[in-house]
């Protein structure tokens, strides 16, 4: 989530995610406010890339093919 809110273009809405995921609860204040944002399918597509990014370093590192 912190990669995420510092990729963003809009300082404002970097500044105000990222003090959102701060502490306890940090997720369901950072799910509410990619939403009022209108960003939650951005947010959705960078989880879901860097995700498929660990898994192919992992791949990598431990000499299995990856298939996507």
Do not use: P, V
Request: charged residues 30%.
């Amino acid at each position: 989530m912190e990669n995420f809110c510092l990729s963003l273009s809009d300082s404002e809405m970097c500044d105000t995610l990222y003090g959102l995921i701060k502490g306890s609860g940090a997720f369901g204040r950072f799910k509410n406010a990619i939403h009022e944002y209108d960003i939650a399918d951005d947010w959705y597509k960078y989880r879901n890339d860097a995700l498929k990014e660990i898994a192919i370093e992992w791949c990598q590192e431990n000499g299995t093919e990856f298939d996507e």
